[in-house]
């Protein structure tokens, strides 16, 4: 079976790299993605699945039919959204559409989907149980998983299989991680009033610039003495506005900050931690406080028995040198992880390096992908869904 699938992802190969460039240069930002949707769905359609479109806002959802010999789901989550990022490569399908670009691969994501549907239509054989491809709208603002549950894309799913391009791998390979691929990250908000008063007399004032740069570095100290050191947490405050003149004491300053953790137990208690702490400093010198803590994406975890079926199938597709176990999760979000809330899953990585040139990050507007990668995404994925069905 994997020799069909490899046949077929290879004779689809041009067809996949048109596809591609098609969605790389037509980019749409987070829940606009009207015209990638409906070329989604276009796809899917002329492969014979069945498709709903308009699901979780601008999403798509296409089911392939199985005997219905086994009972259980399989989903196959990708996304479809852009950023606003001017893009600066010159790549000859670059972005037409000015200050959005396909940054962080989900063009390539899409295909993946894409791909994965056509081998696994055109294999000749009916697997034992359905497949539900899921192309999800804005994973970049960690809206569009939300957004699909709710419209009940979950519903029935037993297991889901996502993917995630990586520069850091090169094209051709492809990362496994077993337990926590990404960080769970959430938003801060905190408002400190003091008192205003002349800046030649602070003890007749409250000065709240004083008191947020103690609330900062006491969060900092904190996480170093009171945090599980193998637990990471990350505590960023990004924005910082307060004060109106140089002689005149801030009687008001607000922060935005992001927090991530790994461990579900840290995550659950970082509210009430951060509270204490922001509340016993602000008692301390007199002053109030507002804390608006905002709960974003949970950590990704990748299911033990879900990840050994896709290192499996990307180990006998591609050889064990071809597959890296991944050491160490990354601390970035992955609104994937809304989905594992329902079913177990496992999301792999994708590499799209190339050694000959150079590897930009993730969301530069020079990113850059090895298309060889869309092969190995494809048979990999088929490969593993097919998998899935003989895995009790
Ligand atoms: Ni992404």
């Known amino acids: 079976m994997l020799s069909t699938i490899k046949d077929i992802a290879a004779k689809l190969a041009p067809r996949l790299i048109e596809i591609r460039r098609h969605i790389h240069s037509h980019p749409e930002l987070s829940g606009q993605e009207y015209q990638t949707a409906a070329y989604v769905a276009g796809v899917l359609s002329s492969c014979g699945l069945h498709v709903q ?26 996304d479809m959204d852009a950023l606003p990022i001017h893009e600066r490569t010159d790549l000859d399908f670059k972005s037409r559409s000015l200050g959005i670009m396909h940054a962080c691969g989900h063009d390539v994501h899409t295909t993946v989907g894409l791909g994965t549907a056509m081998v696994l239509a055109q294999m000749g054989v009916l697997l034992p149980g359905t497949v539900r491809f899921l192309f999800q709208p804005a994973e970049e603002t960690a809206q569009g998983a939300s957004w699909m549950i709710r419209d009940g894309v979950m519903e029935d799913v037993t297991s889901i299989f996502g993917v995630h391009v990586f520069p850091t791998i090169p094209g051709g390979s492809v990362g496994i991680r077993y337990g926590a691929l990404t960080a769970a ?14 800046g030649a007399r602070p003890h007749e004032a409250i000065d709240a610039i004083w008191i947020a ?60 931690w951060i509270e204490h702490i922001v509340a016993s400093i602000c008692a301390t010198y007199g002053a109030k406080y507002t804390l608006n803590y905002r709960r974003g994406v949970p950590s990704v975890q990748n299911d033990p028995g879900l990840t050994q079926i896709m290192e499996a ?47 930009y990050p993730l969301h530069h507007p020079q990113f850059l992908v090895d298309e060889a990668a869309i092969v190995t995404g494809v048979v990999t994925m088929a490969y593993a869904v097919y998998k899935y069905w003989s895995t009790p």
């Open 53 to 78: 479109e308009l699901v979780g806002k601008t999403g798509v959802v296409a089911e392939l039919a199985g005997s219905g010999e086994d009972a259980r789901l399989l989903a196959v989550r990708t």
């Open 185 to 198: 990250a959430d938003d801060l908000e905190l408002m400190i009033t003091g008192e205003s008063g002349h």
């Open 213 to 272: 740069s103690q609330v900062i570095t006491a969060l900092q100290q904190a996480i170093s003495r009171t945090q599980n050191p193998l637990r990471p947490v990350v505590l960023t405050i990004g924005q910082i506005q307060g004060g109106r003149a140089p002689n005149v004491i801030a009687d008001q300053v607000r922060m935005l900050g992001t927090v991530r953790s790994l461990h579900p137990e840290t995550s659950a208690n970082l509210p009430e």
């Open 313 to 359: 199938a990307a180990s006998e597709a591609w050889g064990g040198d071809r597959v890296q176990i991944l050491l160490e999760p990354s601390l970035g979000a992955e609104d994937f992880s809304l989905y594992l809330d329902h079913a177990p899953g496992t999301m792999f990585r994708l590499g799209v390096g190339n050694p000959d040139r150079p590897n």
